[in-house]
Protein backbone atom coordinates (compact mmCIF):
# COMPACT_ATOMS: atom_id res chain seq x y z
CA UNK A 1 0.00 0.00 0.00
CA UNK A 2 0.92 3.60 -0.75
CA UNK A 3 0.83 6.25 1.38
CA UNK A 4 1.25 10.03 0.25
CA UNK A 5 4.84 10.04 -0.19
CA UNK A 6 4.87 7.89 -3.70
CA UNK A 7 8.60 6.75 -2.89
CA UNK A 8 7.39 3.92 0.13
CA UNK A 9 5.53 1.06 -0.32
CA UNK A 10 4.17 -0.58 3.10
CA UNK A 11 3.31 -3.61 4.24
CA UNK A 12 4.10 -7.71 4.03
CA UNK A 13 2.62 -8.90 1.17
CA UNK A 14 3.13 -5.27 -1.20
CA UNK A 15 6.79 -5.24 -0.03
CA UNK A 16 6.76 -9.15 -0.95
CA UNK A 17 5.29 -8.46 -4.75
CA UNK A 18 7.76 -5.27 -4.96
CA UNK A 19 10.63 -7.33 -4.66
CA UNK A 20 9.24 -9.98 -7.10
CA UNK A 21 8.66 -7.40 -9.81
CA UNK A 22 11.56 -5.07 -11.61
CA UNK A 23 10.87 -2.25 -9.77
CA UNK A 24 14.49 -0.86 -8.22
CA UNK A 25 14.27 -0.86 -4.35
CA UNK A 26 16.30 1.38 -2.64
CA UNK A 27 15.93 0.12 1.19
CA UNK A 28 14.13 -1.97 3.11
CA UNK A 29 12.97 -0.65 7.07
CA UNK A 30 11.95 -3.31 9.58
CA UNK A 31 10.97 -3.18 13.05
CA UNK A 32 13.76 -4.21 15.21
CA UNK A 33 11.54 -6.36 17.10
CA UNK A 34 10.44 -8.21 13.56
CA UNK A 35 12.10 -11.55 13.04
CA UNK A 36 9.64 -14.14 11.99
CA UNK A 37 7.17 -15.01 9.07
CA UNK A 38 6.99 -13.60 6.08
CA UNK A 39 9.40 -10.82 7.56
CA UNK A 40 12.21 -13.51 7.28
CA UNK A 41 11.29 -14.20 3.72
CA UNK A 42 11.68 -10.61 2.32
CA UNK A 43 14.67 -10.34 3.98
CA UNK A 44 16.24 -13.43 1.53
CA UNK A 45 15.01 -11.84 -1.18
CA UNK A 46 16.32 -8.23 -0.19
CA UNK A 47 19.87 -9.67 0.53
CA UNK A 48 19.60 -12.00 -3.09
CA UNK A 49 19.34 -8.47 -4.60
CA UNK A 50 21.95 -6.49 -2.39
CA UNK A 51 19.15 -4.35 -0.94
CA UNK A 52 19.83 -2.40 2.15
CA UNK A 53 17.93 -3.69 5.55
CA UNK A 54 17.63 -1.54 8.26
CA UNK A 55 16.49 -2.32 11.49
CA UNK A 56 14.63 0.71 13.07
CA UNK A 57 12.27 1.31 15.92
CA UNK A 58 8.36 0.82 15.33
CA UNK A 59 7.45 4.11 16.32
CA UNK A 60 10.08 5.09 13.31
CA UNK A 61 7.73 3.31 10.80
CA UNK A 62 4.32 4.65 12.18
CA UNK A 63 6.04 8.18 11.17
CA UNK A 64 6.85 7.57 8.05
CA UNK A 65 3.72 5.81 7.21
CA UNK A 66 1.72 8.33 9.05
CA UNK A 67 0.56 5.84 11.28
CA UNK A 68 -0.88 3.44 8.80
CA UNK A 69 -0.50 -0.36 9.15
CA UNK A 70 2.67 -0.86 7.79
CA UNK A 71 2.76 -4.16 9.50
CA UNK A 72 6.36 -3.42 10.89
CA UNK A 73 8.07 -2.83 7.43
CA UNK A 74 8.73 -0.21 4.62
CA UNK A 75 10.19 0.13 1.70
CA UNK A 76 11.84 2.81 -0.32
CA UNK A 77 11.34 2.83 -4.32
CA UNK A 78 13.74 4.68 -6.35
CA UNK A 79 11.80 7.55 -8.28
CA UNK A 80 13.74 6.32 -11.18
CA UNK A 81 15.39 3.13 -12.90
CA UNK A 82 19.02 3.15 -12.49
CA UNK A 83 21.54 2.28 -15.92
CA UNK A 84 23.63 -0.36 -16.42
CA UNK A 85 27.81 0.60 -16.93
CA UNK A 86 27.50 -0.93 -20.74
CA UNK A 87 24.26 1.95 -20.94
CA UNK A 88 27.55 4.84 -20.12
CA UNK A 89 29.49 3.45 -22.71
CA UNK A 90 27.03 3.09 -25.63
CA UNK A 91 26.24 6.88 -24.99
CA UNK A 92 29.95 8.14 -25.46
CA UNK A 93 29.98 5.49 -28.29
CA UNK A 94 27.25 7.27 -29.97
CA UNK A 95 29.03 11.04 -29.47
CA UNK A 96 31.79 9.36 -30.97
CA UNK A 97 33.36 10.91 -27.63
CA UNK A 98 35.67 8.96 -25.17
CA UNK A 99 34.23 8.34 -22.05
CA UNK A 100 33.46 10.81 -19.14
CA UNK A 101 32.32 9.49 -16.12
CA UNK A 102 31.75 10.56 -12.39
CA UNK A 103 31.96 8.06 -9.25
CA UNK A 104 30.32 9.62 -5.99
CA UNK A 105 31.61 8.14 -3.00
CA UNK A 106 29.25 8.57 -0.20
CA UNK A 107 27.41 11.38 -1.20
CA UNK A 108 24.63 11.16 0.94
CA UNK A 109 22.93 14.70 0.61
CA UNK A 110 20.21 14.26 -2.14
CA UNK A 111 20.77 18.32 -2.58
CA UNK A 112 24.40 17.66 -3.36
CA UNK A 113 23.73 14.86 -5.21
CA UNK A 114 21.29 16.65 -7.64
CA UNK A 115 23.98 19.07 -8.28
CA UNK A 116 26.45 17.01 -9.37
CA UNK A 117 23.89 14.99 -11.82
CA UNK A 118 22.79 17.96 -13.14
CA UNK A 119 26.63 19.67 -13.79
CA UNK A 120 27.44 16.23 -14.94
CA UNK A 121 24.73 15.97 -18.11
CA UNK A 122 25.12 19.68 -19.02
CA UNK A 123 28.78 19.19 -19.22
CA UNK A 124 28.58 16.28 -21.40
CA UNK A 125 29.73 13.83 -19.23
CA UNK A 126 28.15 10.16 -19.91
CA UNK A 127 27.60 8.94 -16.66
CA UNK A 128 27.39 8.94 -13.07
CA UNK A 129 28.11 6.02 -11.05
CA UNK A 130 26.94 5.55 -7.13
CA UNK A 131 27.27 3.22 -4.56
CA UNK A 132 24.23 1.36 -3.49
CA UNK A 133 25.28 1.80 0.81
CA UNK A 134 25.97 5.51 2.58
CA UNK A 135 24.87 7.25 -0.61
CA UNK A 136 21.77 9.35 -1.49
CA UNK A 137 19.49 7.59 -4.02
CA UNK A 138 17.52 8.46 -7.19
CA UNK A 139 14.58 10.44 -4.57
CA UNK A 140 12.23 12.44 -5.74
CA UNK A 141 14.55 15.24 -4.15
CA UNK A 142 17.45 14.38 -6.40
CA UNK A 143 15.02 14.48 -9.31
CA UNK A 144 13.68 17.52 -8.68
CA UNK A 145 17.62 19.12 -7.85
CA UNK A 146 19.41 17.56 -10.78
CA UNK A 147 16.45 19.23 -13.02
CA UNK A 148 16.09 16.30 -14.68
CA UNK A 149 19.50 15.77 -15.70
CA UNK A 150 18.63 12.28 -13.49
CA UNK A 151 16.55 11.41 -16.31
CA UNK A 152 18.47 12.57 -19.47
CA UNK A 153 22.50 10.56 -18.15
CA UNK A 154 22.99 6.89 -16.83
CA UNK A 155 22.92 6.93 -13.43
CA UNK A 156 24.31 3.48 -12.16
CA UNK A 157 23.99 1.70 -8.20
CA UNK A 158 26.91 -0.53 -7.73
CA UNK A 159 27.27 -2.61 -4.63
CA UNK A 160 31.36 -1.71 -4.94
CA UNK A 161 32.61 1.02 -5.74
CA UNK A 162 36.20 -0.29 -5.65
CA UNK A 163 34.92 -3.31 -7.83
CA UNK A 164 33.58 -0.82 -10.50
CA UNK A 165 36.95 1.20 -10.35
CA UNK A 166 38.93 -1.72 -11.20
CA UNK A 167 36.71 -2.96 -14.14
CA UNK A 168 37.04 0.38 -15.33
CA UNK A 169 40.71 0.42 -15.55
CA UNK A 170 40.61 -2.81 -17.09
CA UNK A 171 38.35 -1.00 -19.83
CA UNK A 172 41.49 1.98 -20.33
CA UNK A 173 39.68 4.06 -17.98
CA UNK A 174 42.18 6.61 -16.15
CA UNK A 175 40.40 6.91 -12.75
CA UNK A 176 41.13 10.21 -10.96
CA UNK A 177 40.28 10.78 -7.04
CA UNK A 178 39.70 14.51 -6.54
CA UNK A 179 41.11 15.23 -2.66
CA UNK A 180 43.10 17.85 -0.84
CA UNK A 181 46.45 15.87 -0.86
CA UNK A 182 46.69 15.75 -4.81
CA UNK A 183 48.52 17.76 -7.60
CA UNK A 184 47.34 20.47 -9.16
CA UNK A 185 43.79 19.76 -11.21
CA UNK A 186 44.46 21.80 -14.28
CA UNK A 187 48.27 19.69 -14.98
CA UNK A 188 46.77 17.03 -15.75
CA UNK A 189 45.45 15.97 -19.79
CA UNK A 190 41.38 14.78 -19.64
CA UNK A 191 41.03 14.21 -23.22
CA UNK A 192 41.04 10.55 -23.10
CA UNK A 193 38.95 7.91 -21.27
CA UNK A 194 38.35 8.85 -17.61
CA UNK A 195 36.26 8.66 -14.51
CA UNK A 196 36.95 10.99 -11.63
CA UNK A 197 35.60 10.40 -8.06
CA UNK A 198 34.38 12.70 -5.90
CA UNK A 199 33.62 12.34 -2.13
CA UNK A 200 31.46 13.49 0.62
CA UNK A 201 32.80 17.10 2.34
CA UNK A 202 32.69 15.44 5.48
CA UNK A 203 34.89 11.97 4.94
CA UNK A 204 36.30 12.73 1.62
CA UNK A 205 36.91 9.53 -1.06
CA UNK A 206 37.22 6.51 1.50
CA UNK A 207 40.88 5.62 1.78
CA UNK A 208 40.57 2.17 -0.62
CA UNK A 209 38.77 3.99 -3.36
CA UNK A 210 41.86 6.59 -2.93
CA UNK A 211 44.26 3.84 -3.54
CA UNK A 212 43.02 2.42 -6.41
CA UNK A 213 43.18 5.63 -8.42
CA UNK A 214 45.31 6.29 -10.70
CA UNK A 215 46.06 10.05 -9.96
CA UNK A 216 45.37 12.30 -6.73
CA UNK A 217 44.07 15.93 -7.82
CA UNK A 218 43.26 18.74 -5.97
CA UNK A 219 41.51 22.28 -6.16
CA UNK A 220 43.59 25.18 -4.71
CA UNK A 221 42.27 26.30 -1.00
CA UNK A 222 43.38 30.14 -0.57
CA UNK A 223 40.84 30.99 1.96
CA UNK A 224 40.63 29.56 5.64
CA UNK A 225 37.82 27.43 4.97
CA UNK A 226 39.62 24.05 4.52
CA UNK A 227 37.40 22.52 1.43
CA UNK A 228 34.88 23.51 -1.26
CA UNK A 229 31.14 21.90 -1.24
CA UNK A 230 31.35 19.03 -2.94
CA UNK A 231 29.10 19.99 -5.77
CA UNK A 232 31.09 22.85 -6.71
CA UNK A 233 34.30 21.12 -6.40
CA UNK A 234 32.69 18.35 -9.05
CA UNK A 235 31.47 21.65 -10.96
CA UNK A 236 34.96 22.91 -11.38
CA UNK A 237 36.70 19.99 -12.62
CA UNK A 238 34.06 18.92 -14.91
CA UNK A 239 34.34 22.30 -16.34
CA UNK A 240 37.82 21.71 -17.03
CA UNK A 241 37.66 18.50 -18.68
CA UNK A 242 34.87 20.54 -20.73
CA UNK A 243 37.90 23.34 -21.21
CA UNK A 244 40.37 20.89 -22.70
CA UNK A 245 37.84 18.67 -24.87
CA UNK A 246 36.60 21.58 -26.56
CA UNK A 247 39.91 24.09 -27.34
Known sequence: MNNNNINIIYGRIPVLELLKSDQPVDKILIADSENKGSILKIIAIAKEKNIIIKKVSKSRLDALSFNSNHQNIIAFVAAYKYSDLDDIFDLAKSRNQEPFIII????????????????????????????????????????????????????????????????????????????????????????????????????GVSQLVKKNSDFIVSLPVLGTINSLNASVAAGVFMYEVVRQRNI
Open 104 to 203: LDEIEDPHNMGAIIRTAEVAGAHGVIIPSRRSASLSPVVMKISAGGAAKIPVVRVVNLNNIIKELKEKNIWVYCLESDGKNWTKFDYKGPIAVVVGSEGN
